[in-house]
């Protein structure tokens, strides 16, 4: 993995807060400004990323003894384990050691080549996915984590960063997602999850809050017909919250560049 | 486990979709109806039920070689990982064995004595502690699965029936949750994570179809709140709604006496 500048996981300890779309649309939007972009899936019980790219039917292939990930597009190579399975209704139900084994071979055995950003997307919990992803890859630049504002998530989500000091990973922010709803027809906003909980607890466990993305059933109809709304939809408010929120993320690399270039 | 009549799994393939919600609102309305209840939480990353029963202070005691689980009231017992923790931002890093193990406590070494139903609630998903929970539980009733009506959550929940197909559980029906939003202001209902998904994936995948509940911005601040909405807002659609749902896993016992009144 030492042709892989910079490593981002998408964490959340709660399940359906909108991290696989947000790990979508992060390696989307890089490779959209010029980066060379890597994106793997490790929820293996309930990979969404072939699905969210439009990527459903496809299938990896061998090269020599490695393993080609799926390419998006020219800047944008993935690998799922939705890309192993017969059909999409197919179950992998697994133990820890064989979820372990499949990790260590998208990391160690795929021909990611050079990579400006390897972006990972991880299933929620403190358990062996994301713990094997993150012994695997060591120097990792840092984990974004995705909550919704309800405490019930934030509960979950503070686990998500003790996980994180636990095993030495930067907490690079926190992004409150499906904050607020504004009704198309009256324009009334209600907080349908509540608002403002993830800005309390990153302020409460000291780590940078990066940004708030409202409910949008916009982005749940991009996400389901597989068109990411940082590409399709790049004018609405959700959109441009997220290329906000994301910039920090963009400029990790730009910064790298400038520093080499002072160097040289 | 002999002395346990009815053994109900609330499972989903995806997180988020409200299932533990449903898990204790189930368990709280039983009990309600005059029913003998144990809720078992097995979400070993992200324990939901102290806080949606508002039992976050409580421990587990020791009584003589047994775990005595926490009372939520005469007829409701509680057993979750989350009254082992220390700290709500503590996390149990912990690989599949692990998991295993503290399961196999909670079934064999808690005093749960006569119940006419054990609820348990599963973690997202189709690896480790679901597997574990059916193994060790046998002769269950079947599992209620839960999902929200979007393509990407029906997508993991057709894989949880596949699970339940592979390890002959029977499907009690399907939940589709968080079907529609009314603004509070205009009355508008908006689709935010589509509707009837769950509806089409149940007739496809050919199992029952129990019902669907709105988004209800009251059940997230009930949940929050630890005041389940079955017994707090008994009057509500959503509440009314999910009542009807559930009515059939309420008469799986009362056919159960039934049955035994005439055979005596």
Known sequence: MEDIKHKIFVLSGKGGVGKSCIAANLAVWLSMQGKNVGLLDIDIHGPSIPKLLNLEDRKVQAKGDKIKPVLYSDTLKVISVGFLLQDESNALIWRGPMKHNVIKQFVNDVSWDNLDYLVVDCPPGTGDEPLSIVQLLS???????????????????????????????????????????????????TDVFKTGGGKDMAMQMAVPFLGQIPIDPQIVQACD????????????????????????ILELDNNTQKQSAKTT
Chains 1, 2 share one sequence.
């Open 139 to 189: 120097n990792a630049d840092g984990a974004v984590i995705v909550t919704t504002p309800q405490q019930l998530a934030i509960l979950d989500v503070k686990k998500c960063i003790t996980f994180c000091r636990q095993l030495d990973l930067p907490v690079l922010g926190v992004i409150e997602n499906m904050s607020g709803f504004v009704c198309p027809k009256c324009g009334q906003k």
């Open 225 to 248: 017909a597989g068109k990411p709304y940082v590409s399709n939809s790049s004018d609405s408010p959700a959109a441009n919250a997220f290329k906000r929120i994301l910039t920090p």
